[in-house]
């Protein structure tokens, strides 16, 4: 990496709309006469993250500001926070830092708008979303390079979260058609008996950095499907994505106030999304301990409220496994995103006849995983999100490591410093462990052991959470077994990684509340009304 450089206030050139798709100028050009933008300020960059910026700032996606009934605004007091680049420690850009007042903005925002989404028709949301979907295609490199760089991904894995996140755009779009009542058989022959889905209403949503895309798509594609708006609030983390998804919705003509971003103050935002009688619906994704301070303070004005949480995922490899297949699924389960998922395998279970083979062919594999920024080539394993993230993953490895069990591979910092880690394996982990009961979020693969079937399915739902579950076996009927027994949301037999726009995703117990994607995730978005009708032969 070159030296850091200070790029000073850089300005967005008028000409800038002319190097989009001719296809867009139309809608960019309406929307130039409503918008405010401002010139972002990159910082302390070092060259490849400072070329990355400044290509995502001349095409328009690198926004700073906060975005409230179609406009883009700076924190009412002038705040701003930084953004990093986890692999450098670097700041890439200032951003406004919001709080309550400006929430409170975005939600008469969104609340004005809601009456005529709401009403329009549910062709007309699957067009807006259509077109939403193609501009996050078009836009695809540079969403990816804004991930990496604000969130530390590999190039090639932030490609592919745009297309998982966009996949719920698209996915929505098509759905939104589909959105169907039903007729009840009355019990009495003058009344007609109706049920009709309408939308629940305001969505405040708020989600984590570990997908910064996809965790917005994933519940604001079936919210703007069933005629809901929402209130996003993005992590502090990582909120550049968010803008970017953001600045795309208004060049697909999603109407002002549909949409709106606020960042900043989280307590204080999240308390005014809580406090507000017209947000009827909080949908969140993040830790356990936030996401039962939201259902509580839920209760007040009775929201709905959908939880994705954290997750204990057990990886339950038996004695019959597809030794490559085991060690494939456990490394895709537990090493993407550096182990920073909810359903990043938390426990591998291994029974005792392939435990040493499982566990010399899983180092095998893993030591040849190159390490890196996530731009350079080759790289399959980024920085985790900051210091803490590796003070945790240090603090559970000493746990272990103090109470019997034994580093096997990796087991430090990266040479590479700030907040890389090596590639981890620990074998001799028992459930009593830290690491066996909290989530590690980083790459670090516990082994557990385990005798039989019951054992291995005891010991996995010895956990609050319940989200994620792998199992790695070639019989069929235990398959099933295992299967059903498990007291998860999601299951993944011979397949670690499972994620996908048609298929519910969410947990059981402390997980969380409410699945998102497929068909049911639109449910999350809808209230039932009943009608009855009486005398219906009568004028
Ligand atoms: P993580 O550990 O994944 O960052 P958090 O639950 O802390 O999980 O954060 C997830 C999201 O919740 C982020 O957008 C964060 O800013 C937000 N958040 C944190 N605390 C609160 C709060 N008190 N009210 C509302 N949102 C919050």
Redesign the pocket.
Known sequence: MAAALNLGRMTLPSSKFLSRPSHLLSVKMQMQMQMQFSSPTLTKMSTDAQSVASKLDSSGLLRTQGLIGGKWSDAYDGKTIKVYNPATGESIVDVACMGGRETNDAISAAYDAYGSWSKITAAERSKFLRKWFDLLMVHKEELAQLITLEQGKPLKESIGEINYGAAFIEFSAEEAKRIYGDIIPSPLSDRRLFVLKQPVGVVGA?????FPLAMITRKVGPALACGCTVVI?????TPLTALAAAELSIQAGIPAGVVNVV?GD??D???S??ASPQVRKIT????T???K??MA?SADTVKKVSLELGGNAPCIVFDDADLDVAVKGTIAAKFRNSGQTCVCANRIIVQEGIYDKFANALCDAIQNMKVGDGFSEGVVQGPLINEAAVKKVESLIHDATSKGAKVILGGKRHSLGFTFYEPTVISDVDSEMRISREEA?GPVAPLLRFKTEEDAIRIANDTNAGLGSYVFTNSIQRSWRVAEALEYGLVGINEGVISTEVAPFGGVKESGLGREGSKYGLDEYLEMKYVCLRNMNKE
């Not at 609030?233 to 983390?237: A, D, F, V």
């Not at 969140?284 to 830790?287: A, H, R």
């Open positions: 708020i989600t984590p950095w570990n609030k993005p992590s502090e983390l960042m989280a307590p935002i999240g308390n999304l809580l969140f994704t993040g830790s301990a936030v996401g301070k939201l303070g979020f």
